[in-house]
């Protein structure tokens, strides 16, 4: 059972442009979202996260936005950048499981000059 | 840079064989994580330790083990290897105290496992 689901294996996108990454999840318990970027031969490098009391949270260029009735979430990277291109992650988290992290399986963002 | 190091990088094993992986967190972070990552894949938790204690296990068979010490390296030890364990394996580790909700997990590079 996924309770992590990110539906698009890949995204191209113009730089400059805004970048929308999806992810949906099924557990109503989770309480902490992050969202992790992966370059090849490289481990995830943390972004952004979100507390599930809020629904947006910003850091620079990047943004992720929170919907729990609809139990999902998007990161948005604006403008986009050729070094953006890689693999990106969505996490959760629930506080009655420790410190486990369920992963969705990755969306490869190609972001093109 | 997350301070976190892992060793080895690559390691190619036959089946049947033992492993055993190491990693290295900061001083100070008291909670390691292990997951393994199947080409293709998200990154699957395998275990966490807080302070040399298990703290929680996923789904892996008890041939999957850990241990933790005090000068915040660890390891992550598998027996009997499969086919299957080849994988890309993470340690996570979180500064402060029980990693709990809400904190973030700081990954190292992994170390690249083979089995043929």
């Known amino acids: 059972d996924q309770q992590v689901k990110q539906n698009s294996p890949s995204l191209s996108v113009q730089e400059g442009r805004i970048s929308i990454l999806n992810c949906d999840y099924t557990n109503s318990m989770f309480d902490y979202f992050l969202w992790y970027k992966k370059y090849p031969a490289e481990g995830p490098t943390f972004l952004i996260s979100i507390s599930s009391i809020k629904d947006k949270n910003e850091d620079g260029r990047f943004t992720v936005f929170l919907n729990k009735s609809a139990k999902h979430l998007s990161l948005h990277i604006v403008p986009s950048q050729p070094g953006d291109s890689a693999v990106y992650f969505c996490?959760?988290?629930?506080?009655?499981?420790?410190?486990?992290?369920?992963f969705g399986q990755g969306t490869e963002l190609s972001v093109k000059p | 840079e997350t301070g976190v190091t892992q060793s080895p990088t690559h390691l190619i094993k036959t089946r049947g064989q033992q492993v055993t992986l190491r990693c290295s967190s900061q001083?100070?972070?008291?909670?390691v994580s292990w997951y393994q990552q199947a080409l293709g894949q998200g990154p699957q938790f395998i275990f966490q330790y807080y302070r040399e204690e298990e703290n929680g296990r996923g789904n892996f068979p008890p041939r999957f083990s850990g241990l933790q010490f005090p000068n915040y390296s660890s390891e992550l030890n598998v027996n009997a290897l499969e086919l299957d364990d080849s994988a890309l394996y993470l340690c996570?580790?979180?500064?402060?105290?029980?990693?709990?909700?809400?904190?973030?997990?700081?990954f190292g590079p992994g170390t690249r496992l083979l089995v043929l």
């Open positions: 996490a959760a988290s629930a506080y009655n499981q420790g410190g486990k992290l369920i």
């Open positions: 996570a580790s979180t500064p402060g105290g029980l990693a709990g909700a809400q904190e973030t997990q700081y």
């Open positions: 001083s100070g972070h008291n909670t």
